[in-house]
């Protein structure tokens, strides 16, 4: 584990929320590799905290999926998204979200499309300022994923079902690291989500649920390929 000391954000989080976030971005920046032991004294130190914060933030981290916490070996990064395991996911994707968008439409809530309609906005804001880097940190694509997550999470939690909608948010933990690692964020690849997110908010809108759930499968198989293509681009191995 490289020696990066984070300054800790804003006062007006609580300690637990600043170590968790601080802890999340050593794990997305890959200052704590996938598969590596977490030394919790160090990351206490690095931080000008107490062990303490910091094994809560694990704790949060391991119900997120992105470490594991093993009998006398503590906790390590969760290992990355192997070529199979990155397909199961995709497939996952493909299974629950478009449901999820088809019941959104079927609902139409107006209090769900503010929301979507405020995240796409804040995401076309992102894309506007981008400096479309193909080789972002955590801090470069982590305001985008954020509004991007936002989006995807309030359709999924329209259909009322937390079981799918929990196990979304975890998915959406594992591709943003494997994103990370392989560079996926473009100003053009923004773009075109913004695009796809428009796509489908608009079948929403509408209450088409065929449309939403087309949508939301193309984009999703959109996804997909960009994924792939970034991870050819980056020139990293398959993990």
Do not use: C, W
Not at 103 to 113: I, P, Q, S, T, Y
Not at 165 to 193: E, V
Request: proline share 4%.
């Amino acid at each position: 584990m490289s020696e990066k000391i984070l300054p800790l954000p804003p006062s007006r989080q609580t300690l637990t929320d600043s170590v968790y976030d601080a802890v999340m971005e050593l794990v997305m920046d890959q200052h704590i590799e996938a598969g590596a032991r977490v030394n919790i004294d160090l990351v206490a130190r690095q931080l000008n905290v107490s062990p303490t914060p910091v094994r809560e933030a694990l704790a949060r981290l391991e119900m997120d999926g992105l470490v594991v916490k093993e009998p006398l070996r503590g906790y390590s990064v969760t290992p990355m998204l192997d070529t199979k395991n990155f397909n199961d996911l995709y497939d996952v994707r493909r299974l629950l979200e478009p449901f999820a968008a088809r019941r959104a439409a079927e609902r139409r809530d107006e209090k769900v499309l503010r929301v979507l309609d405020r995240e796409l906005a804040e995401m076309r804001r992102l894309v506007g300022t981008s400096s479309g880097s193909d080789r972002g940190t955590y801090h470069d694509y982590s305001a985008f994923a954020l509004q991007d997550a936002r989006f995807h999470e309030a359709i999924a939690g329209t259909s009322g079902n937390g079981l799918l909608s929990d196990t979304l948010r975890r998915l959406r933990s594992h591709l943003r690291l494997y994103r990370l690692y392989h560079h996926y964020y473009t100003m053009a690849i923004g773009a075109a989500t913004v695009i796809e997110h428009e796509n489908i908010l608009d079948a929403i809108r509408a209450g088409d649920a065929g449309g939403a759930e087309a949508a939301m499968l193309d984009h999703i198989d959109r996804s997909r390929e960009r994924s792939e293509a970034a991870r050819l681009r980056s020139g990293n191995l398959p993990i």
